[in-house]
Nanobody, 124 residues
Framework: QVQLVESGGGLVQAGGSLRLSCAAS????????MGWFRQAPGKEREFVAA????????YYGDSVKGRFTISRDNAKNSVYLQMTSLKPEDTAVYYC?????????????????WGQGTQVTVSS
């Protein structure tokens, strides 16, 4: 069982940056592939970024590629999402998720454990 808690959301102007953090409980964090998803009001949950167990492989959704960076620190049981050049269309609740294997995943259905989400609002 893994419990995930996101933090770092908030209100930022367009063009600004935010860094989201996700703290995980449990001793087997390093065996999980991790991902970030987001959901805007009235829209489906969207894949943002994924990272494998070691941090050696990452993958990004097209809408954030080149602007967002996912990373992890297994010693701290944490995964991060550095967001730069933020746009109003990045406004959403951002969720951290863990999948019960080592690899990458782009579908929400591949992920077993979810955090409660953190709100990111980008003003124009």
């Amino acid at each position: 069982q893994v419990q995930l808690v996101e933090s770092g959301g908030g209100l930022v102007q367009a063009g600004g940056s935010l860094r989201l953090s996700c703290a995980a409980s449990g001793r087997t964090f390093s065996s999980y592939g991790m991902g970030w998803f987001r959901q805007a009001p009235g829209k489906e949950r969207e894949f943002v970024a994924a990272i494998n167990w070691s941090g050696g492989s990452t993958y990004y959704g097209d809408s954030v590629k080149g602007r967002f960076t996912i990373s992890r620190d297994n010693a701290k049981n944490s995964v991060y999402l550095q967001m730069t050049s933020l746009k109003p269309e990045d406004t959403a609740v951002y969720y951290c998720a863990a999948k019960s294997d080592y690899g990458l995943g782009t579908s929400q259905y591949e992920y077993t454990f979810w955090g409660q989400g953190t709100q990111v609002t980008v003003s124009s």
